[in-house]
C-alpha cells in the first residue's frame, strides 16, 4: 500500500508494526513446518537424484540375472541399455503427471492435506523398488521409479506453495530456502548411503530404496499436528476461525487482525475470489509477464547444465590420478558444496533480494563453465590442470546453489496472487519436468558433437537468463503478494490502482470475528 501524504498517527502506527513484524521471532511450529515440510518432499526428491548412481552395475546384474532366468540367456547389450534408461528417465514422466495433477489435489485436499497424501506415494515406491529384487521383476523398479517421480512432482509444486503462504513476508524467503536445502541434503545423503562401507554393495543396494520410507514416515508423525494454509483456509474455504488459529500457531501471538486483514484485501482486490484454472491464467493480460518470468526462470533453472556437470566430474578426478576406489569419497564434496551454498543463500536472501542472487548465480555459472571449457580443452597437456577443473566444477555447483537451485521456486509462489497460484505452480512444474527430461534425452547428442565445447551451450542460457532478469524481474522481498503484483501492473500495460481508490477498498469497513467494525486503514500486515 502506498505510504500516506503526510505523516499522522497511522503512519507512526504502521512503522511501529513494521518494526515489530521484523523482529518478531521464527516459531516452533512455522520451523516444524518448514523442515518437516521439506524433509517429506523435497528431501526425497534430492535423494532420488543420487541414490541410483552407485549401485547401477549392481542393478544391471540383476536385469541381467533375471532375464537369464526368465529367457535362459543373457540380456542383449541394447535391450539392457535400454531397460537402465528407461529406469532412469521414468523418474521425470513421472515427475511430469506429479506436477499436472497438483491443481486437482490442492482444490480437494488443500496444500497440508496434499503433502500428507504424498507421503503414501513414497511408502509405497519404496516397497515397490526395494522388494524388487525379491521378486525377480525390474519391472518393479520400473514402476517404482514413475511412481516416486510422481511423488516428487507433485512435492516440488505444493511445497513452495504450503511455505510461501504460511510465512511472514520478512522471512518468506529464508524459509523459501528450505525446500532448496533439503533437496541438496537429499542428493548427499544419497552420495553418503551409497558408499560400499553403507549400502553401495551388491547385498544390500534394495535398501538404499527402502531408505526413502523413513522421510515420509517422520513427515506423517508431525505434520498432522501443524496448521494448514491461513491464505487457503481464509480466501478458498472460507473459514475465517481456523485461519485465525493457523495465523496465531504460526505467529506466535493471539493478536492477528493485522494478518487477516491483508487476506482480506487481497480477496476484495481480486473481485469475487475464484480459482483460475491453467486456461484462464494463460490468457489473463494481469499475469503475463510474471508467466513468461517463471516459464523462463524455471526453464534456465534445468537447462543450466547443472544436470551435466556430473557427466564429468568422475573423468577429470580420473585424469587428476586419483584412484577409482577413492573417487566416491572425493565426490561427496559436490554434495556437501552444494547443501553449505544452499544454507548459506537461505541465510542472506532476506538481506541481498532474490533478483540479485539469481543472478549472480547465472553470471557465475557462465564464468565457471567457459573456464572449464578452457581446462577442459589444455588438460592433457598440463599435469596440474584436471584439479583447476574440479575446482571450476565445484565452483559451478556453488553458483547454482546460491540462487538458481531454489529461488525459481520461491518466485512461482510470489508473483502470483491466491487465484492463479495453483495454475501457475502447475504450469511451472510442467516446464520444469519437461525440461529435465529434454537435458537427460538431449545432453548426450550435443556431448558427441561438441565434446568438450558442450558447456558453451549452457554458457548462453545462463547469459540470457540474467540478461531476461536483470531486464524484467521486480525485487520481490518484503512485499506483500498484492504489492508485486502491483509490480508487473505497467509492462502488462494494466492501470496501477491509483492512491485514492486504493485507500477506499481499504477503508471499507468489515465486521471482524467477533462482530465489531475494523478499521483496515491501521492495518499493515507482515504477511
Known amino acids: 500500500m502506498d505510504k500516506p ?63 537369464v532366468e526368465r529367457y535362459g540367456g543373457p540380456i542383449p547389450a541394447e535391450t539392457s541399455t535400454l531397460l537402465w534408461s528407461i529406469t532412469v528417465s521414468i523418474f521425470s514422466i513421472g515427475g511430469l503427471f506429479g506436477a499436472l495433477s497438483v491443481s486437482l489435489f490442492i482444490r480437494v485436499l488443500g496444500r497440508k492435506g496434499t503433502l500428507l497424501l504424498n507421503n503414501s506415494f513414497a511408502v509405497i515406491a519404496a516397497l515397490v523398488l526395494s522388494l524388487g529384487e525379491t521378486a525377480k521383476s525390474f519391472e518393479m523398479l520400473i514402476i517404482g521409479r514413475i511412481i516416486i517421480g510422481f511423488d516428487s512432482g507433485i512435492a516440488l509444486s505444493v511445497l513452495p506453495m504450503y511455505l510461501g503462504e504460511i510465512t511472514p513476508r520478512h522471512i518468506r524467503g529464508s524459509i523459501g530456502q528450505f525446500n532448496s536445502i533439503l533437496i541438496c541434503l537429499g542428493v548427499f545423503t544419497g552420495q553418503v548411503m551409497g558408499l560400499p562401507e553403507l549400502l553401495g554393495q551388491e547385498s544390500r543396494w534394495n535398501y538404499l530404496f527402502a531408505f526413502l520410507a523413513l522421510p515420509a514416515i517422520l513427515q506423517l508423525c508431525v505434520l498432522p499436528f501443524l496448521p494448514e494454509s491461513p491464505r487457503y483456509l481464509l480466501m478458498e474455504r472460507r473459514d475465517a476461525a481456523g485461519a485465525e488459529r493457523a495465523f496465531q500457531r504460526f505467529l506466535g501471538k493471539k493478536d492477528v487482525s493485522q494478518e487477516l486483514e491483508e487476506v482480506h484485501a487481497e480477496a476484495r482486490a481480486q473481485d469475487n475470489l475464484h480459482i483460475a484454472s491453467v486456461l484462464q491464467l494463460l490468457r489473463s493480460p494481469a499475469v503475463r509477464w510474471q508467466l513468461i518470468t517463471v516459464i523462463i526462470t524455471m526453464t534456465c533453472y534445468q537447462l543450466c547444465g547443472l544436470n551435466a556437470i556430473w557427466y564429468y566430474t568422475n573423468g577429470i578426478l580420473r585424469e587428476a590420478g586419483f584412484a577409482e576406489k577413492v573417487l566416491p569419497y572425493i565426490t561427496l564434496s559436490t554434495g556437501a558444496i552444494e547443501t553449505l551454498a544452499a544454507i548459506i543463500s537461505g541465510l542472506v536472501i532476506e538481506r541481498i533480494g532474490r533478483k540479485p542472487l539469481l543472478i549472480f548465480g547465472f553470471s557465475a555459472m557462465a564464468v565457471f563453465f567457459s573456464l572449464l571449457t578452457v581446462f577442459l580443452n589444455i588438460q592433457n597437456s598440463v599435469s596440474w590442470m584436471p584439479y583447476l577443473s574440479y575446482v571450476c566444477i565445484l565452483a559451478v555447483i556453488a553458483s547454482f546453489c546460491s540462487g538458481p537451485g531454489g529461488i525459481p521456486f520461491i518466485l512461482t509462489g510470489e508473483l502470483f496472487e491466491q487465484s492463479y497460484r495453483p495454475a501457475a505452480f502447475m504450469i511451472a512444474g510442467t516446464v520444469n519436468w519437461l525440461s529435465n527430461f529434454a537435458v537427460g534425452l538431449l545432453f548426450p547428442f550435443i556431448q558427441e558433437k561438441l565434446q568438450t565445447f558442450a558447456f558453451l551451450v549452457f554458457v548462453v542460457v545462463c547469459i540470457l537468463g540474467s540478461i531476461y532478469l536483470y531486464f524484467v524481474l521486480p525485487e520481490t522481498k518484503n512485499k506483500t503478494f498484492m504489492d508485486i503484483s502491483q509490480s508487473f501492473a505497467k509492462i502488462n500495460k494494466i492501470p496501477v490502482p491509483s492512491p485514492s481508490h486504493e485507500m477506499e477498498m481499504v477503508l471499507s469497513n468489515k465486521p471482524d470475528l467477533n462482530g465489531k467494525v475494523q478499521d483496515a486503514a491501521k492495518t499493515e500486515s507482515s504477511f
Not at 13 to 41: H, I, W, Y
Not at 50 to 57: F, K, L, M, Q, W
Open 5 to 67: 501524504l503526510k505523516d499522522g498517527p497511522a503512519d507512526h502506527e504502521m512503522s511501529d508494526s513494521r518494526k515489530n513484524s521484523g523482529k518478531q521471532p521464527v516459531t516452533a511450529c512455522l520451523l516444524s513446518a518448514a523442515f518437516f515440510g521439506a524433509l517429506g518432499s523435497s528431501f526425497i526428491y534430492g535423494y532420488n537424484l543420487s541414490v541410483v548412481n552407485a549401485p547401477a552395475s549392481y542393478i544391471k546384474a540383476f536385469y541381467n540375472k533375471t532375464w
